[in-house]
């Protein structure tokens, strides 16, 4: 069981959940955060010809428990559906999860998805 923490541009969030749901995973948590990525800043244009620089930009961090044999497709489906192929499309982390309970039925591991 693995817990993926992605960080994506909150204008890509439907296409994210849509992807993810579309793929029959459907449990998932998402909030708005503020996010530095690896560049020092980021130059984003204005309509009006004029430019502002941002230390930290607005992402969504989801969250998703799933279980190990579904997170190389995962990863794809967020990375395909998250893509601008710019600058601050944000992260994938995956991390090891020790275990998983319902707590309505006690239910554990690979019952819980």
């Not at 204008?11 to 029959?24: A, C, I, P, W």
């Not at 941002?54 to 989801?62: A, G, L, T």
């Not at 489906?77 to 707590?103: H, L, Q, V, Y």
């Amino acid at each position: 069981m693995k817990k993926i923490e992605a960080f994506v541009r909150p204008e890509r969030l439907n296409d994210v959940r849509r992807s993810l749901v579309e793929m029959g995973h459907r449990s998932m948590i998402n909030y708005d955060i503020w996010y530095r990525g690896t560049e020092h800043e980021i130059d984003q244009h204005q309509d009006h010809g004029s430019s502002s620089l941002y230390d930290f930009m607005p992402k969504v961090k989801i969250e998703l428990m799933v279980k190990d044999e579904s997170v190389q497709s995962i990863i794809d489906s967020i990375c395909d559906s998250a893509c601008t192929g710019n600058i601050g499309d944000g992260k994938i982390f995956i991390m090891p999860a020790e275990m998983a309970i319902r707590i309505q039925t006690k239910e554990t591991g690979d019952a819980v998805f």
